[in-house]
């Protein structure tokens, strides 16, 4: 009973749950960036940083309230919502 019960609830996680794959090349950028944020002592949330590591391996732009992103060079940043 355990087992069916265990069983149900991790069929409902995986229907709420997505999992991404992730290029090498993104991989790679998302360690340049922790290691970059490490030397200069700052911290992002693992999300934050891997959208750091994908905006920097796409060259892409990344559209953000926050301003933590402006501590990477190389990430290009936008705050649309600035007056």
Known sequence: MAKDV???SSVRSMKVV???PV???VADR???VYHALKKAG???SQV???LAAMA???QATLLTTDQD???LPGIQSENWLAG
């Open 48 to 50: 934050d940083m891997m």
């Open 18 to 20: 997505r999992i991404w």
């Open 69 to 71: 992103f402006q501590a």
């Open 23 to 25: 290029e090498l090349a």
């Open 6 to 8: 265990a069983s149900q």
């Open 30 to 32: 998302h360690a340049e």
């Open 42 to 44: 700052r911290a992002l």
């Open 56 to 58: 920097r391996q796409l």
